[in-house]
């Protein structure tokens, strides 16, 4: 399933931000995407298990680390890529002395918003 870019701008808990990165398996995942990668090919990459990895790429995602895009193949056949989406993340103090959470986001690229574009359309159909 893919994600949602609406959503994407959302921010995540502080909670769910902290979990993801305090997760072994995630930070293994984030330190092999020097590109957007598949499931599959991440997997295999990181050495996380297929289905920890599923389980890991929705934490990723559903804290905005992760970025989800599709990738259209002439055969019909869509797979999911996933790409690092954050410069940094700032963890604060807010006026009322509370943590907040601060996600500041990489530049999509003209292919990555062409996928968000393409994702909206097949949930329209």
Not at 77 to 92: L, P, T
């Amino acid at each position: 399933m893919v994600r949602d870019p609406v959503a994407d701008e959302e921010t995540p808990t502080l909670t769910t931000v902290l979990d993801a990165l305090d997760d072994e398996d995630c930070r293994s995942i984030v330190s092999v995407l020097a590109e957007p990668m598949t499931a599959n090919e991440i997997s295999e990459a990181s050495g996380v298990p297929l289905s920890t990895t599923y389980r890991k790429l929705e934490l990723l995602t559903d804290s905005s680390l992760l970025y989800e895009g599709v990738e259209v193949r002439s055969d019909g056949q869509h797979a999911s890529r996933y790409a690092i989406d954050f410069e940094e993340v700032v963890i604060a103090l807010d006026e009322a002395r509370e943590f907040e959470v601060d996600i500041a986001h990489r530049a999509r690229s003209p292919d990555q918003r062409l996928e968000n574009l393409w994702s909206e359309i097949r949930k329209e159909t």
